[in-house]
């Protein structure tokens, strides 16, 4: 750093409706007020960042913008009593990288609420594996654990299979004995998702059932859907007796076009998840499994890691559903 500038990965109106991003140096001193300066070295790639840097104005209002929904770093200066210069921290979710500067630049400042040490256990590259989409994967599986959904239940089917809340959260099921179905719409995907654990693979096609019927042969103890949509519908019809789906994502659609026969026939469940709110003590309970019982170990094999030039490929193809695990920014 010199002079106080850093590099970021600038989102901009490039003409109306177009937006691009480049690296550009900014000053530490236009960051906006808050109690912890950080010093970040790793972020990571989420679809909300995808959608922040294409001019989705229901993630980011104003623009020029650096994105970013996850940062690990380091604080550099704090006003606050409960970090120290030198901690090690995990700032995820709240509003960075939608109206906050995020994880795509070496600094930001945040309030001290938005933070949270990372657990003694954990690097800050790793946490950043798991970033928001390890967080989402893990209160999914979280809540299907506690609801409680037991592996001898039946399988559990997980959309979006390669991206990654699905591929972490099908490391996670596996992991702990669950039998996984998963969705995708990659044909070459099977040697991967295979070795995250999942037993059997199908395609979007064979997920979804265009049919009219208010209720489908039951498959499923439980879901964990990504995607939202006509997937998630037919997830639902699909799902046992007692059974519990989790909805997280929207990544083919917002409609959940469905009778209320599911829930009043078959006492399904559907729970929703938001990592971007989630209270702090909830937040500290699942870092703290994901550091500790439920770790994985095969965390390399879904990722990629890369530096900020390289961001605006990755996010092409995020959008364009091509992505196949997780994406990892070095800052350092
Ligand atoms: N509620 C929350 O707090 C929260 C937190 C994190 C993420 N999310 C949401 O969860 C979703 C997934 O996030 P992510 O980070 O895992 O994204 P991602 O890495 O881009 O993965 C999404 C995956 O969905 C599948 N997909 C893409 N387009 C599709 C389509 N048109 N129809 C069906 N499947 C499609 C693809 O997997 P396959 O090719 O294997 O099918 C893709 O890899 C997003 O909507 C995101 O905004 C929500």
């Known amino acids: 750093m010199q002079n106080n500038s850093y590099s970021a990965l600038v989102i901009e109106e490039a003409s109306p409706d177009t937006y691009a991003g480049n690296i550009q140096q900014k000053n530490i001193a236009e960051l906006p007020q808050g109690d912890l300066l950080i010093r970040v070295h790793y972020s990571s790639l989420n679809y909300k960042d995808a959608l922040s840097a294409s001019g989705n104005r229901g993630v980011t209002r104003r ?3 650096v994105p970013g929904i996850d940062a690990a770093g380091v ?38 609420g938005w933070a949270l040490h990372c ?4 690097t800050l590259r790793e946490s950043m594996i798991y970033g928001t989409a390890g967080f989402t994967a893990a209160q999914s599986v979280e809540r299907l654990v506690d609801f409680p959904i037991v592996p001898q239940k039946g399988k559990i089917l997980v959309t979006g299979a390669t991206g990654g809340v699905g591929s972490i959260a099908i490391a996670l099921l596996a992991s702990m004995g669950y039998s996984v ?8 995907a099977e040697k991967f998702l295979t070795r995250l654990g999942a037993a059997e693979i199908i395609s979007r ?22 995607v939202g ?23 083919a659609s917002a409609d959940l076009p469905l009778s209320v026969y599911p829930f009043i026939l078959r ?15 909830i937040r ?9 019982k439920w770790r994985l170990e095969n965390l390399d094999i879904l990722i990629k890691e890369c530096k900020l030039p390289e961001l605006p490929g990755h996010i092409e193809r995020m959008l364009q559903g091509r992505q196949t695990g997780r994406i990892i920014v070095n800052l350092l």
């Open 284 to 292: 500290e309970r699942i870092w703290q499994k994901l550091a500790g």
């Open 267 to 281: 006492g399904v469940s559907l729970l929703g998840i938001d990592s971007a709110k989630c209270p702090v003590h």
């Open 229 to 251: 949509g006509e997937i998630l519908v037919s997830a639902i019809k699909s799902t046992f007796y007692g059974g519990a789906v989790t909805c997280c994502g929207n990544v």
């Open 205 to 226: 096609q064979e997920a979804t059932d265009s049919s009219e019927k208010l209720l489908l042969k039951e498959k499923w103890a439980g879901v964990i859907d990504t």
């Open 181 to 188: 179905c998963a969705v995708s719409g990659k044909p070459d």
């Open 119 to 122: 657990p003694a256990n954990l």
């Open 75 to 112: 604080v550099e200066e704090s006003s606050s009593s409960e970090f120290k210069p030198g901690d090690k921290v995990i700032a995820c979710g709240f509003d960075i990288g939608m109206n906050t500067p995020g994880g795509f630049g070496q600094y930001m400042r945040i309030p001290t």
């Open 63 to 65: 623009y020029p913008h």
